[in-house]
Structures are given as C-alpha cells and as structure tokens.
C-alpha cells in the first residue's frame, strides 16, 4: 500500500524537490468543498512557485469549471494534487489562503510549456496529443490563477502493494 505523509505543516516553504516536482512533468486537479460540502474539482493548466515567499499559483480555465472558483473566492481553501504518470508518484499541498486572480502573459506561457510537458506524460500511457486536448480543451479559454500558501504537503509514492 502506498503511503501519505505530511511533511510539515503550517506556512510550509517547499523544498527545492518540491518546486521541482510540482512544476515539471506532472498532472494538475485541484478540489475544494461548498459550504454545504459538496467537492468541486478543477483541472490545473500549470504551475509556478514563487521564489520569494511560499506561494502556490495553479492556473485554471474559468469555463471548464465555472463554480469552483465562485465557490473558492468564499471558502479559500483548496488541496492541489501534482501526479506523474510513469512511477504514479504525487504530491498534495493544501492551502486556507487562495485568492483568485486573472492570468497575465507571464501565466499564459506557463500553461502553453504545461500542455507540451502533459502531452509528454499522456505519451507515456499510450495517448496521443488528442487525449491532451480532451483534457485540458482547445483552445484553452480564460485563465485565472488561484494562489495559495501551502499549509500541508503530503508526499504519496506507491509501494510494492499499491
């Protein structure tokens, strides 16, 4: 079975391994919950980490899922989950502090590099750059970013048994 483990909690900075994992080859789907705690999830177009403080910025398309962002500009927590394909290992981080914004020219381009590196991962369980735009849609529409401090990372890598 594999395994979760926090790793820290509170104001977590992310580790160079971390940062790494999270922004490179990996698939994005983010959740939160209504007050009425019904889950709403969202697929991640990218990812950057800033460098100065320890602040998330997941970029999502507003369309594909109209009420999240509604519901988390209320709630403000929500738990991202960065997972590659090959070996199934991934990371959560969760966060209490999200606030939503607008993309700008700098996110576009991540989410233009994130789907070549998601048509690399798709590529390694046999689909081609179709199941990409089946994923993440085409064209992509309007892109906010939802920003957030880690509050609770959980490294999950699959054993033997998982």
């Given at each position: 079975?594999?395994s979760?483990?926090?790793?820290?909690?509170?104001?977590?900075?992310?580790s160079?391994?971390?940062?790494?994992?999270?922004?490179?080859?990996?698939?994005i789907?983010?959740?939160?919950v209504?007050?009425?705690?019904?889950?709403?999830i969202?697929?991640?177009?990218g990812?950057?980490?800033?460098?100065?403080s320890?602040?998330v910025?997941?970029?999502?398309?507003?369309?594909?899922?109209?009420?999240?962002?509604?519901?988390?500009?209320?709630?403000?927590?929500?738990?991202?989950?960065?997972?590659r394909?090959?070996?199934?290992?991934?990371i959560?981080?969760k966060?209490?502090?999200?606030?939503?914004?607008a993309?700008?020219?700098?996110e576009?381009?991540?989410?233009?590099?994130?789907?070549?590196?998601?048509?690399?991962?798709?590529?390694l369980?046999g689909l081609?750059?179709?199941?990409?735009?089946?994923?993440?849609?085409?064209?992509?529409?309007?892109?906010a970013?939802?920003?957030?401090?880690?509050?609770?990372?959980?490294?999950?890598?699959p054993?033997?048994?998982?």
């Amino acid at each position: 079975m594999g395994s979760a483990r926090p790793e820290e909690t509170l104001r977590h900075a992310l580790s160079r391994q971390h940062r790494a994992f999270i922004t490179g080859d990996v698939i994005i789907d983010l959740a939160t919950v209504d007050t009425d705690g019904a889950p709403l999830i969202a697929i991640g177009h990218g990812c950057a980490v800033s460098t100065r403080s320890p602040r998330v910025a997941v970029l999502v398309e507003r369309g594909q899922c109209a009420a999240f962002p509604a519901v988390l500009s209320r709630t403000r927590s929500t738990a991202a989950t960065f997972g590659r394909a090959p070996d199934h290992e991934a990371i959560q981080i969760k966060g209490a502090d999200c606030t939503i914004v607008a993309a700008g020219s700098a996110e576009l381009a991540i989410a233009s590099a994130y789907r070549t590196r998601l048509a690399r991962q798709f590529a390694l369980l046999g689909l081609g750059p179709a199941g990409t735009e089946v994923y993440l849609g085409t064209p992509p529409g309007e892109l906010a970013v939802l920003r957030f401090t880690p509050t609770a990372v959980f490294q999950q890598t699959p054993g033997p048994q998982a």
